[in-house]
Nanobody, 119 residues
Framework: VQLQASGGGLVQPGGFLRLSCAAS????????MGWYHQAPGKQRELVAA???????DYTDSVKGRFSISRDNAKNTVYLQMNSLKPEDTAVYYC??????????????WGQGTLVTVSS
């Protein structure tokens, strides 16, 4: 499965963006999918995740501003980002994982999409 992230760009503080992560195959069996971000000089960290059952989790800095969702029929995960702040500037990566027939966990990563929040 390949993941293709899109939707990044330049936006002013207070603005919004919607990121999309399209999978080349079915994500139905993926227990969880998420979005990570990595700012310059910092480690990649989890921003939001959504389980196959629809439960969501967010890092504290984006709670109330970001919303993650998944559409299994379209094999796509979305990240709606509202009230953007300069500190949200980063490359955003989508991630999904599943267990293989051998019981091993397999991680899949998109290529990243740059979000820049600046006036």
């Amino acid at each position: 499965v390949q993941l293709q992230a899109s939707g990044g760009g330049l936006v002013q503080p207070g603005g919004f963006l919607r990121l999309s992560c399209a999978a080349s195959g079915s994500i139905f069996s993926f227990p969880s999918m998420g979005w990570y971000h990595q700012a310059p000089g910092k480690q990649r960290e989890l921003v939001a995740a959504v389980t196959s059952g629809g439960s969501t989790d967010y890092t504290d800095s984006v709670k109330g501003r970001f919303s993650i969702s998944r559409d299994n029929a379209k094999n796509t995960v979305y990240l709606q980002m509202n009230s953007l702040k300069p500190e949200d500037t980063a490359v955003y990566y989508c991630n999904g994982w599943q267990f293989g027939a051998n019981g091993r966990k397999y991680d899949y990563w998109g290529q990243g999409t740059l979000v820049t929040v600046s006036s």
